[in-house]
């Protein structure tokens, strides 16, 4: 028996989700252009009538510019009187009148999305109107009344509060900083969250943060000391379970927290850690944050399991000073049918067009998001206010442009330079991500979600056949399917291109195990514990491995190894029975096999190979 060799290792991005800086509210000439601007007549009409701000504006700036502009929160004023906003009454037109306030990035002309915080052409024309009619207050009784916003945790108490064990302590200057936060087995048993609610720490300083799930324990080895945390924009999280379900659990300023739809919670077990990455701004002198997470915890098991599509193209990313119309492309067939939820554009700061569409079965498209002027500032997660069916066959296309000339007002070079891709903000990145959840299933048992992860494993090797995660992830998904052959081969790759990764080389050892070549498994799953040596499957595959080869002295001390690691792992505790019994030791093979069948009466190995210690004793009497 071989320890989780088939495992699933995902790669995922950190969403960069940035909240505004104070320079971002304030219009530079020729830096936008209008999107449905009101027109001549809509403004004419608004200028027929007295515009006030107790009848007409504050109902507006309560419901798009309140949850951001007020106090606590990371905006650099507060709207929420009438002297906020005659103070700042131009602006507030000017921003309006460009579309860069309230921040909205999709087109008009997309599906309709949730929370769409796009003003209509006619409260623009209002706005407008009121400014250049002298911004008067207006009827203080036909005011509505002032939002009222939920101070502190905003879905009430949570079922539980977790704290970053460390504070994190920010620099006074230099350039953004990203840190990720490891919440170590936040519950000591298997759990559904229906939502997750993130406290960041001053919300000045933090531009986004974002939730990753971390099953395998992974990034915990990435810190120095436990509960530390680690520097990193973009980070691998390996799981080696076939584990595809997928939400985006991100905070942004303003935003509220989300709450899963019925029968889509999140499981979260007792030996799982939660990830927070936090992109942060230095404010000009030392700063420390320590976050929390509320965990809102269900009964309701989730019965529908969405999954991440990650499309990118960063291997076209070389981009030339001076090129306005750089395009990177990517198109992935989808194998089930499936319903769109959301999706998530990502580039740096030399983006400028970023569009997805489907192509559908019969040849019609339809638009997924179009950003025709994109702003790293702004960006978002869109949930579609309904779910989008594209069937099985259909075609998702990204077309990204950038712009790497003096023109660009964003270009963080001057003069431009050559750009590749890369994590840092001065580099760039062509990434779509989109949440979708699988119909019914493909039918003879098969998980629509396994079929939907080997067509984007194999799409990814067409375009790179040196992508570390695509081999790794078709090895484990060919072999839970029963294709070992093929399955090793893609291991092999793994481990040629990463040759120090503990998981790769764990995961083809076991698959040579599992194919009863033991004898050469044994090497592989050596270099799985040279880069990680508390590696539990490692131990544990390893002792299987030499006791395969009649090494039973030197499976004794791996599996010795497995059980002090997971003492609750009643398969390790009967294979170090079955260790202790061919070297002879009988009263202590007997110890194991009884301490396994406690932690599970109905495990096979130790209920035989104990009832078979009993047999022998009783034939010893006997003679």
Not at 393 to 410: H, L, P, V, W
Not at 437 to 457: N, T
Request: glycine share 6%; aromatic share 8%.
């Amino acid at each position: 028996m071989t320890r989780n060799s088939q495992g699933v290792a995902v790669s995922l991005l950190f969403f960069a989700l940035i909240a505004v800086t104070a320079a971002a509210h304030y219009p530079r000439d020729g830096a936008e252009g209008r999107t449905t601007a009101p027109s001549s007549q809509e403004l004419r009409t608004a200028a027929r009538t007295q515009v006030t701000f107790a009848h007409d504006i504050a109902p507006i700036l309560f419901h798009s510019c309140a949850p951001c502009h007020r106090p606590g929160e990371a905006a650099p004023f507060a709207l929420l009187t009438y002297a906020d906003a005659k103070t700042h009454a131009h602006q507030i037109a000017a921003v309006a009148a460009r579309r860069i306030m309230p921040p909205w990035l999709p087109a008009p002309d997309d599906p309709k999305f949730a929370d769409d915080l796009r003003l209509s052409p006619e409260q623009i024309a209002l706005i407008q109107a009121w400014v250049d009619q002298g911004a008067a207050e207006g009827d203080r009784s036909a005011m509505p009344a002032k939002p009222q916003f939920v101070e502190g945790w905003q879905l009430g108490q949570p079922d539980l509060v977790v704290r970053a064990t460390h504070p994190f302590a920010l620099p006074p200057g230099g350039s953004d900083t990203y840190w990720n936060f490891v919440f170590r087995s936040p519950v000591p048993q298997n759990r559904w969250l229906k939502a997750i609610e993130i406290r960041p720490g001053d919300k000045r300083l933090v531009h986004h943060a974002n939730v990753l799930v971390d099953r395998g324990q992974t990034a915990r080895l990435l810190e120095k000391q436990p509960g530390s945390g680690f520097g990193g924009m973009e980070l691998t999280i390996e799981s080696e379970g076939f584990d595809p379900d997928s939400h985006f659990l991100f905070w942004k300023p303003g935003s509220a927290p989300y709450v899963e739809p019925e029968g889509m919670a999140i499981r979260l077990d007792k030996d799982n850690d939660l990830v927070l990455n936090t992109h942060l701004q230095p404010s000009g002198k030392p700063e420390t944050l320590q976050p929390t997470l509320g965990l809102y915890f269900t009964d309701r098991p989730a019965t529908l399991h969405p999954i991440l599509l990650p499309m990118e193209n960063d291997g076209l990313l070389d981009i030339p000073p001076g090129e306005k119309d750089f395009l990177v492309s990517d198109d992935f067939t989808v194998p089930v049918d499936v319903d769109l939820l959301a999706i998530y554009p990502h580039a740096h700061h030399l983006g400028r067009d970023l569009q997805a569409f489907a192509t559908l079965p019969d040849g019609t498209t339809r638009s997924l998001i179009h950003i025709a002027r994109w702003d790293l500032n702004w960006q978002a997660v869109y949930r579609y206010a309904e779910p989008m069916l594209l069937p099985r066959g259909t075609t998702i296309s990204m077309r990204f442009t950038y712009d790497n000339s003096a023109d660009n007002i964003r270009n963080p070079n001057h003069p431009p330079q050559r750009v590749v891709a890369g994590n840092r903000a001065r580099d760039e990145m062509a990434h779509l991500w989109l949440q979708v959840l699988p119909r019914d299933s493909a039918g003879g048992g098969v998980d629509s979600r396994a079929l939907i992860q080997e067509a984007m494993a194999r799409h990814n090797l067409q375009k790179n056949p040196n992508d570390f995660e695509a081999h790794y992830n078709l090895a484990a998904l060919l072999q839970m399917r029963g294709e070992l052959a093929e399955s090793a081969a893609h291991f092999a790759e793994a481990v040629r291109i990463r040759p120090e990764d503990a998981t790769a080389n764990n995961a083809f050892g076991g698959a040579l195990l599992g194919s009863g070549r033991s004898g050469e498994s044994i090497a592989f799953l050596l270099a799985a514990l040279k880069a990680r040596p508390d590696y539990f499957d490692a131990h544990y595959n390893l002792g299987n491995a030499l006791a395969s080869q009649g090494d039973f002295y030197g499976a004794l001390v791996h599996f010795r190894a497995a059980v002090r690691l997971n003492p609750e792992d009643a398969n390790a505790e009967a294979n170090l029975g079955s260790a202790f019994a061919a070297t002879g030791n009988v009263k202590e093979a007997r110890f194991h096999y009884e301490r396994a069948l406690r932690l599970d009466p109905h495990n096979a190995l130790a209920r035989e190979n104990l009832q078979q210690l009993d047999q022998d004793r009783t034939s010893n009497h006997q003679n």
